[in-house]
């Protein structure tokens, strides 16, 4: 087992922050006022069925402009943490998806902002043109930073059902691009999606882990009032994940992902005021608290079960 995560059993993205800056580190969310294509009506208008009116970015700042979501987000978590520097983190939507001027111009205004060390892209595969990229490759070269990429899942029926606008050919042929380009990668992947059972969520962790991509996050599907998974839920076409079900899965995923590779998210809490499920999903650190509690029951650890790419799952 590796000794060297702070104590705990998997690669945390705090914990590879801090060893690489020297302190902590936070994320500030940002709307940066993206659409989507799959919301536009150039892929689609109805976008992803799980993704509620603020695409993704429900905890970003409210305030209009960058520059105050900016200062209101700092100024919340100052209250909790006195010190540390920032990670600007494009969140809510598509955040490549506009002309190249405008994403250079809404970058490099929160690149300016005072202690802020590097920044995060939340975005589409298909949504990486090559004078994005070339813009990407740009920012990379001058500061720290990350692209993240939404998989979900590697099962294309999976992709029809949930709306996702785009095969898996778009997501390996961008992975490709930005390699190429040293830009380091977080992939997206979602467990508890329709019609998936725990060997098919696990299918899609190893396809992630052997795409050569630095980090991953593990999200729960979080039913939102007002989407189209909604309506699905309450024609009983799928069941909501059980906290035992859902920890028990990501230790799963956990002993399967290369230690090197870095963990930014094991669960998640939805906003309040428009989950319908699963409540216990809010209790954050309760779900942390039993992630790690199983792993030592289990005497297990990231990688323990990872088997390298010579048995990854190809779809």
């Not at 801090?18 to 009506?41: H, W």
Request: with cysteine; aromatic share 10%; glycine share 10%.
């Amino acid at each position: 087992m590796n000794k060297d995560w702070d104590g705990k059993r998997y690669h945390t993205l705090n914990y590879f922050l801090r060893n690489k800056f020297g302190c902590k580190i936070f994320k500030i969310s940002l709307d940066a006022g993206f659409t989507c294509p799959n919301r536009d009506g150039k892929i689609s208008t109805e976008g992803c069925i799980f993704c509620g009116p603020r695409g993704s970015g429900d905890f970003a700042g409210t305030a209009y402009g960058l520059a105050e979501q900016f200062h209101e987000v700092r100024n919340m978590m100052n209250k909790k943490w006195k010190t540390g520097k920032y990670i600007a983190y494009f969140q809510a939507f598509t955040n490549t998806y506009a002309d190249v001027e405008t994403l250079r111009k809404k970058y490099y205004s929160i690149l300016g902002m005072e202690d802020v060390v590097g920044i995060a892209i939340a975005t589409r595969p298909d949504c990486l043109p090559e004078d994005v990229l070339e813009l990407l490759e740009e920012i990379n070269n001058k500061t720290y930073m990350w692209i993240e990429l939404g998989l979900q899942t590697v099962h294309e029926r999976t992709a029809k059902i949930i709306n996702r606008g785009y095969g898996l050919d778009a997501y390996i042929a961008s992975v490709s691009e930005l390699k190429k380009r040293n830009i380091e990668i977080v992939t997206h992947g979602i467990l508890g999606l329709p019609g998936e059972d725990k060997g098919e969520m696990l299918q899609t962790v190893d396809f992630i882990a052997n795409t050569g991509t630095q980090g991953i996050k593990l999200h729960l599907l979080h039913l939102l009032k007002g989407t189209k998974l909604e309506e699905m839920y309450r024609h009983g076409e799928f069941q909501l994940m059980s906290m035992e079900d859902y920890v028990a899965t990501v230790v799963d995923c956990i002993e399967r992902i290369p230690g090197d590779m870095i963990i930014h998210r094991i669960t998640g809490d939805g906003p309040r005021d428009t989950m319908i499920g699963p409540m216990w999903s809010l209790k954050k650190f309760e779900v942390i608290n039993a992630i790690d509690h199983l792993m030592m029951d289990r005497d297990t650890w990231q990688g323990k079960k990872y088997v390298g790419k010579s048995k990854k799952y190809v779809p």
